[in-house]
């Protein structure tokens, strides 16, 4: 249950009103205020390797990104517990940028997302709720998804179009991946731009722990989006050396060849088709449902779903479940992907139950030879 009052006193704690400045500037302020006082409180997790342990929750969040071969490092991922001042409230995201400032977009837009998602779900949250007789708790006749996914959608619009006009940043030919997750008592929202993939595990009827897709990755080849790129004059095609890897191109030239259909950035591409809309869903978390994660394609790669699920419910130490399965990817890239530059590679886990010390783990799962390999 959200309690409104007690996120717009944290607001009202964060910052002061100032003359001259309207509503949105203000509540921006306050939301990125509360950023900063979550990271000196320890509450932001958003190292290459760390985990945290949710104080006023059962979850328990473990995060790793390891740089691949290509150089700098594009990708990076962030933990904050206690979002927008709710006991009950886990935010976490993944990025990966691409193109010569793809580490820098990634990073921007991974500070930006949650103080902008935290001013548009207030702003919507009280819209809602003064439309149904305000009430000290969340009024029931207030949607929870349909008020994160308006504040999810005016949230990843606002920040494309804030990196367009960047006096400091070159986002025409970079852009970067969004997948963010809120889990919200037993609520989960997910929104995602781009091929970063979120995969629920979660118990069968038999007791078997199986792997549950929550989004899609979005690549120029699926029918939908090729068709939208296409009507708005963009080309899609593979290259004879890359069969099966389809791109975007613009309508004359061979750039950029972006190998995504959905992005934050790559404003050459914006009028031929590309978008920065993201598909946002939702699910209940049961009692069934073990863990979430949260990963860029330098997993998904190399590492299937089930491998991935198998890899982070057969480690003993949740502290080391997102390393070892970036471990694992890295060993399955030089196994599968000979003579390829590894990509970046990150992920971010999310546990929602305590661990039983006792409890054991039937995985009936099936693995590829030497791709998710223990060692």
């Keep these: 249950m959200v309690l409104l009052p007690s996120f717009l006193d944290g607001l009202a704690r964060s910052v002061s009103m100032k003359k001259g400045k309207n509503q949105m500037d203000v509540g921006r302020e306050a939301a990125e205020a509360m950023a900063k006082d979550a990271k000196k409180n320890e509450m932001v997790l958003s190292n290459s390797s760390a985990t945290l342990k949710l104080n ?8 790793c990104s390891k740089k691949g071969e290509k150089g700098i490092n594009q990708d990076c991922a962030i933990v904050w517990e206690e979002f927008g001042c709710q006991d009950d409230m886990v935010f976490c995201g993944i990025f990966d940028g691409h193109g010569p400032w793809g580490h820098i977009v990634a990073k921007r837009v991974k500070e930006s997302v949650p103080p902008s998602l935290l001013c548009n779900w207030q702003k919507a949250l009280s819209l809602a709720l003064h439309g149904h007789e305000l009430e000290t708790e969340l009024n029931p006749n207030v949607h929870h998804f349909d008020v994160w996914k308006q504040s ?9 179009l804030e990196l367009k006009h960047h006096p400091g940043i070159d986002s025409f030919r970079s852009g970067t991946t969004a997948l963010t997750i809120i889990k919200q008592g037993e609520h989960l929202v997910i929104a995602n731009v781009g091929d970063s993939r979120a995969v629920l595990a979660t118990t069968s009827d038999d007791g078997t722990l199986v792997p549950l ?23 899609v095609f593979s290259l004879q050396d890359e069969p099966g890897v389809y791109r975007v191109w613009m309508p004359n030239g061979n750039t950029p060849g972006l190998a995504l259909s959905r992005a934050i950035g790559d404003h050459c591409v914006k009028e031929f088709g590309l978008i920065s809309v993201p598909d946002v869903t939702q699910r209940n978390i049961t009692n069934k449902d073990r863990f979430v994660i949260l990963a860029t394609d330098g997993v998904w790669d190399v590492i299937s779903n089930e491998e991935a699920v198998e890899i982070v419910s057969s480690t003993e130490d949740r502290e ?14 030089k ?25 054991v783990d039937f995985i009936k799962v099936s693995t590829f030879a030497g791709t998710a390999k223990l060692g």
Excluded at 152 to 160: F, N, R, W
Excluded at 222 to 233: L, M, S, T
Aim: net charge positive.
């Design 56 to 63: 006023k929750s059962n979850s328990f969040a473990s995060i």
């Design 152 to 160: 999810y959608l005016k949230t990843y619009a606002d920040i494309d």
């Design 213 to 235: 897709q929550l989004t899609v990755d979005f690549k120029p080849n699926i029918p939908e989006e090729a068709e939208r790129i296409r009507q708005c004059n963009g080309r």
């Design 320 to 333: 080391k479940s997102a390393k070892k399965l970036v471990q694992c990817a890295i060993r399955a890239w």
């Design 335 to 359: 196994y599968k992907k000979r003579g390829i530059a590894m990509d970046d590679i990150s992920a971010v886990c999310l546990f929602f139950h305590p661990k039983l010390s006792q409890q």
